[in-house]
């Protein structure tokens, strides 16, 4: 008997399955159109990933099953295993197919960097590149997010979730709150992304992000995909020197996954998640009024 759309969307996304494998089966379970189903919701339940992500996985496979088919290749064979990655060689391929194609090739043989991707747009868009580097930043936060949602289990225990912190002014932007199966904060995060639209220096807020961990029981740095190793070990070096033991510090590499680098100490300390809640309440970009300019 075949599994419940629900639940095999949950056990792929609990077993750690790539992207299009949790797409394949909303795919599947979304054109069946289930009266009196919200698949859209129950899927959302069930994976813990927004709707509009869900979306953007379906239609990132419907993109890549057409250009098979126009090339006559067979269903499967263009399927990058990081998501990020995927929707940037979309968006090349809409502007120049050839590179598009190599691009998805050489992803599926992991043959291609994120880095190598953003310099073949870059060829491809010229002047229109700038005007699309908040959409490719977007992207690139949104893979993260998605990393980061399927470590929440893995760092904290089984039942916790990840959602996106509100900006705060004075603080790193790209911030996340970890919460328990009861809702109760149980740690915290901030994501450094190698974007040039965040200065020479992707670490330079990392100050920041230890007086955020002071807050929070347990707290996080991770490093998206376009950072390496050696900038998670300078990170761990400088947490050394600031004596900020209670902060751990993970590299998100592009192949999927998460390497720990570092792991939080657990220290006796008074709670101060009363005091987190205070800043977000006096501090929040969003109350104060102030658009954000982070994705």
């Not at 990655?85 to 809409?94: F, K």
């Not at 997010?145 to 996106?164: D, W, Y």
């Not at 328990?180 to 992707?202: H, K, M, Q, R, T």
Request: net charge positive; glycine share 8%; aromatic share 8%.
């Amino acid at each position: 008997m075949k599994k419940d759309p629900a639940v095999r969307l949950r056990d792929a996304r609990e077993s750690g399955q790539p992207w299009h494998v949790i797409g394949s089966i909303l795919r599947e379970w979304s054109a069946a159109r289930p009266r009196g189903i919200d698949v859209w919701q129950l899927a959302t339940e069930a994976t813990e990933l927004s709707e509009l992500m869900l979306r953007r996985y379906v239609s990132a496979l419907d993109r890549l099953g057409e250009i098979e088919t126009s090339h006559a290749l067979s269903p499967g064979s263009l399927l990058p295993p990081t998501f990020g990655p995927a929707e940037l060689a979309i968006r090349l391929y809409g502007r120049d197919p050839v590179a598009g194609l190599k691009a998805l090739q050489a992803l599926k043989q992991r043959k291609m960097t994120l880095r190598d991707l953003r310099k073949e747009l870059r060829k491809s868009e010229g002047h229109a590149y700038e005007g699309n580097r908040a959409r490719e930043r977007t992207v690139l936060v949104a893979a993260c997010s998605e990393a980061i949602t399927i470590q929440a289990k893995k760092l904290f225990g089984r039942g916790t979730v990840s959602q996106r912190r509100p900006s705060i002014r004075y603080f790193q932007t790209i911030g996340f709150e970890f919460r328990n199966s009861e809702g109760f904060i149980v740690g915290g995060a901030d994501l450094y992304v190698g974007s040039p639209l965040y200065g020479p220096d992707p670490l330079n807020a990392l100050a920041q992000s230890v007086l955020m961990a002071s807050y929070l029981p347990t707290f996080y740095v991770f490093l998206g995909p376009e950072l390496q190793m050696s900038n998670a070990e300078h990170a761990a070096h400088v947490l050394d020197l600031f004596q900020a033991r209670s902060v751990g510090v993970v590299l998100l590499p592009e192949d999927g996954g998460a390497l720990v680098v570092r792991r939080p100490e657990s220290l006796r300390q008074p709670d101060r998640t009363k005091d987190y809640r205070a800043i977000l309440d006096h501090l929040s970009i969003e109350r104060a009024g102030v658009t954000a300019d982070e994705p």
